[in-house]
C-alpha cells in the first residue's frame, strides 16, 4: 500500500508532469501561426478549419524539432525535470582527431531526425490532455462538494455527468477522489514521458556508435597524453635531480660548473611547463596553444641536457637524422628522451652511447649504457623509483608507427635500446 502511492508523495512526480504541462503552453506559439491557413479559408466550415488548424500546428511543432539545438535543449530538460540518464548527442564536444585514426562520427539517419518531432508531438499532446483533465478534476475536487459554495455542483465531460446534492456525503467522498485522480493522472503523465524519453531522445544506433568512437578517440588522446607526459617530466625531473646535485657538490670547487649546471636546470624545466601546461590544458578541455613539438632537430639540446647531467654522452649521426620529418621525428626524440633517462637512472657509470642513423629505408635508433650491481653515479647516488611503463609505451609508441623495438641486456655489462623505424626520406 505504502509502496504504491509512494510516486504521489515524491516531488519528482509533479516536476515531470510541470515539464510536460510547460510543453504544452510553449506549443501556444506556434498556434497563431498555425491558424493562418483557416483564417485564409473563410468559406470553409469551422469542423474544417479547426481540423486543419491542429494539423497545420502539428507540423509547425514537428519541423521545430528536426533542429539540433531543439534536440539537445529536449535532452537537458529532460535529465533535469525528469531525471533520465541522456547522454549528450555524438559530436557536442568532439575535438580534433589524432592524426591517422581514421574514425569519423557517424551520421545520424532519416530515422533518427524523425525522433524528435515525434518527441515533441507526444510531449506536447501528453501535456494538454495531463493538463486539461488534472485542472478538471482537482478544481472539482475543490469544488464539487457545494457546501461551503451555498451552489449545486457537478462535472460534466463528453456527455457523462456527475451531480452531487449541496452539502451530500458523497459530494464528500468524491472530492478527495478527484483530488487523488488528478494526482495519479500527474504520475501517468510523468511515466510516460520517462519510457518515451530514451526512446526517442536517447541514442539511437548509429549515434551510440559515434559516442562509441568519441570515447575511443578519447581515450586515445588521453594515453598518448600520459606518455608525452611520462616521457618528458620524467626525463626532466630525473636530469634536474642529478644536475642540482652535482651543482651542490662542485658549487666550491668549481662554481663556474655550477652555473652552467643550474642554468640547464632552469632550460629543462621551463620545457617540461611547457609540455605540461599543454597537457593539463587538454585535459580541462580548455583552450591551449600548439601542441609543444621537439622533433630530431632538438636531438643536440637533449644531449647536452644530459651531458650538464655529468653523463659521458657519445654520440653517432649518420644520414643527417635531422631531414626526418613529421610524426616519425616527433617519435624518435621521445624514443631518445626516455632511453636517454633510463641511462641516467638505471646506468652504472661510463660512455654512453647514442647512434641515430637516417638510412634509405628506415630510421636506425640506438642506445647503449652500462649496467652493474647498483647503478649509481660517479657522486653515489642510487638508482631511481621506476614506475615501469617507459619501455611499454615506447613499444606501443613504435608498433603504431610499424616499427620494430628491441629492449634488453647487451652482454654482461651493457644495457641496449634498439628502435628501426620506417622512413621515406625527401629527395
Not at 525535470?81 to 582527431?97: F, I, N, T
Request: proline letters at 7%.
Amino acid at each position: 500500500m505504502i509502496r504504491g502511492i509512494r510516486p504521489l508523495l515524491r516531488g519528482s512526480t509533479y516536476a515531470g508532469a510541470l515539464f510536460a504541462y510547460c510543453g504544452a503552453l510553449a506549443s501556444l506559439l506556434l498556434l497563431p501561426f498555425a491558424a493562418l491557413p483557416a483564417l485564409a479559408w473563410p468559406s470553409a466550415t469551422y469542423a474544417v478549419q479547426v481540423v486543419l488548424t491542429l494539423l497545420v500546428w502539428a507540423v509547425l511543432i514537428g519541423v521545430t524539432g528536426t533542429a539540433r539545438t531543439t534536440r539537445r535543449v529536449l535532452i537537458a530538460c529532460a535529465r533535469r525535470m525528469l531525471g533520465v540518464p541522456l547522454p549528450d548527442p555524438a559530436g557536442g564536444r568532439r575535438r580534433a582527431s589524432a592524426p591517422g585514426s581514421g574514425s569519423a562520427p557517424a551520421a545520424p539517419t532519416g530515422t533518427d531526425r524523425r525522433r524528435t518531432p515525434v518527441w515533441l508531438l507526444l510531449h506536447v499532446a501528453l501535456g494538454w490532455a495531463g493538463a486539461q483533465l488534472s485542472m478538471v478534476l482537482f478544481f472539482t475536487g475543490l469544488t464539487i462538494p457545494g457546501g461551503w459554495a451555498g451552489v449545486e455542483a457537478g462535472v460534466s465531460v463528453n456527455g457523462w455527468s456527475l451531480r452531487t446534492q449541496s452539502g451530500g456525503w458523497q459530494s464528500w467522498v468524491a472530492a478527495p477522489c478527484c483530488v487523488l485522480l488528478a494526482a495519479v493522472l500527474c504520475v501517468a503523465v510523468t511515466n510516460a514521458l520517462r519510457w518515451l524519453a530514451p526512446r526517442l531522445l536517447g541514442p539511437s544506433a548509429a549515434e551510440r556508435l559515434a559516442l562509441a568512437a568519441e570515447r575511443e578517440l578519447a581515450l586515445a588522446e588521453r594515453n598518448r597524453l600520459a606518455h608525452e607526459l611520462h616521457d618528458s617530466i620524467g626525463h626532466t625531473l630525473t636530469a634536474t635531480t642529478i644536475q642540482a646535485a652535482v651543482a651542490g657538490e662542485v658549487l666550491s670547487a668549481d662554481p663556474v660548473a655550477a652555473r652552467a649546471a643550474m642554468r640547464s636546470i632552469e632550460e629543462s624545466t621551463r620545457a617540461a611547463l611547457e609540455d605540461l601546461d599543454y597537457v593539463l590544458g587538454v585535459l580541462r578541455e580548455e583552450k591551449t596553444g600548439a601542441e609543444p613539438a621537439r622533433t630530431l632537430a632538438d636531438l643536440p639540446e637533449l644531449l647536452d641536457r644530459v651531458r650538464h647531467a655529468g653523463a659521458l654522452v657519445e654520440a653517432e649521426l649518420p644520414g643527417e637524422p635531422a631531414q626526418v620529418q613529421g610524426a616519425v621525428s616527433r617519435a624518435a626524440y621521445r624514443i631518445l628522451q626516455e632511453g636517454l633517462t633510463n641511462a641516467l637512472r638505471h646506468g652504472a657509470g661510463g660512455p654512453v652511447t647514442v647512434r641515430v642513423a637516417a638510412l634509405p629505408d628506415g630510421l636506425e635508433i640506438g642506445v647503449v649504457n652500462r649496467t652493474g650491481a647498483e647503478a649509481a653515479t660517479g657522486t653515489g647516488r642510487r638508482a631511481f623509483p621506476t614506475s615501469g611503463h617507459g619501455l611499454p609505451g615506447l613499444a606501443e609508441r613504435v608498433r603504431l608507427l610499424h616499427g620494430e623495438f628491441e629492449a634488453g641486456p647487451d652482454g654482461p655489462q651493457h644495457w641496449r635500446l634498439a628502435v628501426r623505424l620506417p622512413v621515406r626520406l625527401p629527395a
